[in-house]
Nanobody, 125 residues
Framework: QVQLVESGGGLVQAGDSLRLSCAAS????????MGWFRQAPGKEREFVAA?????????NYAHSVRGRFTIFRDNAKNTMYLRMNSLKPEDTAVYYC?????????????????WGQGTQVTVSS
């Protein structure tokens, strides 16, 4: 089993930055891919970013966040991050981190095996 705990959400203004963290514990060696998703009220969960395992791991971003968000890992701390710059009101959502045993860089929620509880990000205009 793998446990994921997100933190770092909050209320910010448009144009501000935030850094989300996802601390992993348990059988973390079994995870090959990790990612971030978000879900706004009344909308489906959508892909934000994904990262593969290892030094210099590859990344994949949703078009809506490419160039503004950066996903990165600190493997020594078993922690994944999402740096979010130039935030917009449409980025408001609950952000979830997820881990996949077998699939990397995927944007499909069904490919992920473990999920955190989510952290709220609210961007005011």
């Amino acid at each position: 089993q793998v446990q994921l705990v997100e933190s770092g959400g909050g209320l910010v203004q448009a144009g501000d930055s935030l850094r989300l963290s996802c601390a992993a514990s348990g059988r973390t060696f079994s995870m090959n891919g990790m990612g971030w998703f978000r879900q706004a009220p009344g909308k489906e969960r959508e892909f934000v970013a994904a990262s593969s395992r290892g030094v210099g791991g590859r990344t994949n971003y949703a078009h809506s966040v490419r160039g503004r968000f950066t996903i990165f890992r600190d493997n020594a701390k078993n922690t994944m991050y999402l740096r979010m710059n130039s935030l917009k009101p449409e980025d408001t959502a609950v952000y979830y981190c997820a881990a996949a045993k077998f699939v990397i860089l995927t944007a499909r929620p069904e490919d992920y095996d473990y999920w955190g509880q989510g952290t709220q990000v609210t961007v005011s205009s």
